[in-house]
């Protein structure tokens, strides 16, 4: 082909290719990709009964044979031995075939929050919880009494020296209080030794035990201390928590009115803790984590922020 030809071939090869994308409609501009923070989604929660259902320390369940009694130790350590003949039926006759018995136990401070078990006294008094658990035996589906007592040895916490002061509590709808002639606890090296000679009434709600210091807050000069949601507290059915900084227990809210949470005359002054108040508004959890000193009296402004299951955690377990 000579030189006249070739160029004339190129340049209709390069007008053909000119016509055909000017007849193509133009492409749209690709929209830039952003990164937004969005409110947290809805989690399914109904209510603040079902959030604790739901994130609440779970049960475990142990089988043995009433007539010969045995033992189990749970995956925090606590030992529970029972001994032969040990439960009675509701017609009071000596259990000797299988036995289930349902058990939890609650070490953590961010545990007793999860579960709704503060270790508060009935008059709304903090207490110093070296653990807590709940027990129930069942034999065919029906609740049992004890016949025999039964001890459940609770471990040390590995930061602490046994305290002497160590009562037995049993809770009831208004809280924790002193099990009296029902149990017994000794302190050692290792734990301590609860000997439980009866189970609370009635036996098919279970029962929930403490091992608590009296003591160890009444000590201070008690204080007055409100919360004061500024959001409809009713909206989130909102709970109020103190979790005390360096000692094992948690304190509910035990007086409120509308959007005040009051915590009178039971919190001790100069002591460091973490007020965390939770809530449930149209399937989303919302929390406030505030850190306060105690004085003699104060009044504290909050306002919830929606936030997830997993991040409100692991606020709380920084606070164990």
Same mark, same amino acid.
């Given at each position: 082909?000579?030189?006249?030809?070739?160029?004339? !071939?190129?340049? =209709?090869?390069?007008?053909?290719? $000119?016509?055909?994308?000017?007849?193509k409609?133009?492409?749209? !501009?690709?929209?830039?990709?952003?990164?937004? &923070? /969005?409110?947290?989604?809805?989690?399914?929660?109904?209510?603040?009964?079902?959030?604790?259902?739901?994130?609440?320390?779970? =049960?475990?369940?142990?089988?043995? /044979?009433?007539?010969?009694?045995?033992?189990?130790?749970?995956? @925090?350590?606590?030992? +529970?031995?029972?001994?032969?003949?040990?439960? *009675?039926?509701?017609?009071? @006759?000596?259990?000797?075939?299988?036995?289930?018995?349902?058990?939890?136990?609650?070490?953590?401070?961010?545990?007793?929050?999860?579960?709704?078990? =503060?270790? &508060?006294?009935t008059?709304?008094?903090?207490?110093?919880?070296?653990?807590?658990?709940?027990i129930?035996?069942?034999?065919?589906?029906?609740?049992? !009494?004890l016949?025999?007592?039964?001890?459940?040895?609770?471990?040390?916490?590995?930061?602490?020296?046994?305290?002497?002061?160590?009562?037995?509590?049993?809770? %009831?709808?208004?809280?924790?209080?002193?099990?009296?002639?029902n149990?017994?606890?000794?302190?050692?090296?290792?734990?301590?030794? !609860?000997?439980?000679?009866t189970?609370? /009434?009635?036996?098919?709600?279970?029962?929930?035990?403490?091992?608590?210091?009296p003591?160890?807050?009444?000590?201070?000069? @008690?204080?007055?201390?409100?919360?004061?949601? $500024? %959001?409809? =507290?009713?909206?989130?059915?909102?709970?109020?928590?103190?979790?005390?900084?360096?000692?094992?227990?948690?304190?509910?809210?035990?007086?409120?009115?509308?959007?005040?949470?009051?915590? &009178?005359?039971? +919190?001790?002054?100069?002591? @460091?803790?973490t007020?965390?108040?939770?809530?449930?508004?149209?399937?989303?959890?919302?929390?406030?984590?505030?850190?306060?000193?105690?004085?003699?009296?104060? $009044?504290?402004?909050?306002? *919830?922020?929606? &936030?997830? $299951?997993?991040?409100?955690?692991?606020?709380?377990?920084? *606070?164990?």
């Open positions: 082909m000579n030189t006249f030809f070739r160029k004339l !071939t190129v340049a =209709a090869t390069v007008a053909v290719i $000119t016509v055909a994308f000017s007849c409609k133009d492409s749209p !501009t690709p929209t830039p990709t952003t990164t937004t &923070t /969005t409110t947290p989604t809805g989690e399914g929660y109904t209510s603040m009964s079902d959030f604790f259902a739901k994130n609440g320390v779970a =049960a475990q369940t142990y089988t043995i /044979t009433g007539s010969s009694g045995g033992s189990f130790r749970s995956p @925090q350590g606590t030992v +529970v031995t029972i001994p032969p003949n040990a439960f *009675l039926n509701s017609s009071l @006759q000596v259990v000797t075939g299988p036995v289930t018995i349902t058990f939890k136990d609650i070490y953590k401070k961010s545990d007793m929050l999860l579960s709704n078990i =503060a270790a &508060t006294t008059t709304g008094a903090p207490l110093k919880s070296g653990g807590e658990f709940y129930k035996p069942t034999s065919g589906g029906n609740a049992l !009494t016949a025999n007592a039964i001890t459940v040895t609770q471990p040390l916490d590995t930061l602490s020296a046994p305290d002497s002061a160590m009562n037995v509590y049993y809770r %009831d709808t208004a809280g924790w209080a002193l099990a009296n002639l149990a017994s606890i000794v302190a050692n090296a290792s734990g301590y030794l !609860t000997t439980l000679y189970l609370t /009434t009635p036996p098919t709600a279970g029962t929930w035990c403490n091992s608590d210091d003591s160890y807050f009444s000590a201070y000069t @008690q204080g007055t201390l409100v919360l004061q949601e $500024t %959001d409809n =507290a009713t909206d989130y059915g909102t709970n109020v928590y103190l979790v005390f900084k360096g000692i094992n227990t948690t304190d509910a809210c035990h007086t409120g009115f509308g959007n005040n949470f009051n915590f &009178t005359n039971c +919190v001790p002054v100069g002591l @460091q803790c007020a965390v108040a939770l809530g449930v508004k149209n399937g989303t959890l919302y929390s406030a984590i505030i850190p306060l000193t105690i004085t003699s009296s104060q $009044t504290i402004s909050f306002s *919830l922020t929606a &936030t997830t $299951t997993a991040a409100f955690k692991a606020a709380l377990e920084a *606070l164990n």
